[in-house]
């Protein structure tokens, strides 16, 4: 039985390779499209904070996971995630949502009070009448 759990266990290895190889290669060559992923969609063209927040954060909770499952004593168990990063990824989301609320508020009000037009990316803190 132990022949066949590594031999299941080398399969899925290469597997994993493999995958992560085809996709770091089409990353690399632009067969996937990445142009825009983590820029502002207000009309700016500026990299938004709330993308990259969620980004950084997500990619390290999963990268931190991928290395408890490695190091799982357990074969065939799924190893538990602490709960200090569902919290950390739950609030990245949560900031990121709520970024994209504000701004859907600012509009809908700056364009229903004829205020003027929603402010560029990084001028949150100037007077809406632009001045």
Known sequence: MSTLSEVLRYEM???????????????????I???GLLLD??????????RLQMLIVTMSIAIY???????????GEFPDMPDQFLLALGGSHVLYLGGKL??????LL????????????????KPLNGG
């Open 13 to 31: 290895l290469f597997l994993l390779i493999g995958l992560i190889v085809i996709i770091a290669y089409r990353l690399l060559t632009g067969g």
């Open 33 to 35: 499209n990445t142009t």
């Open 41 to 50: 969609k207000t009309g700016g063209r500026a990299v938004s904070p709330g």
């Open 65 to 75: 996971y991928l290395f408890i499952v490695f190091d799982n004593e357990k074969p």
């Open 102 to 107: 504000y701004g859907m508020f600012y509009r």
């Open 110 to 125: 700056a364009g229903r009070l004829g205020i003027g037009s929603p402010p560029e990316p990084g001028r949150l803190g």
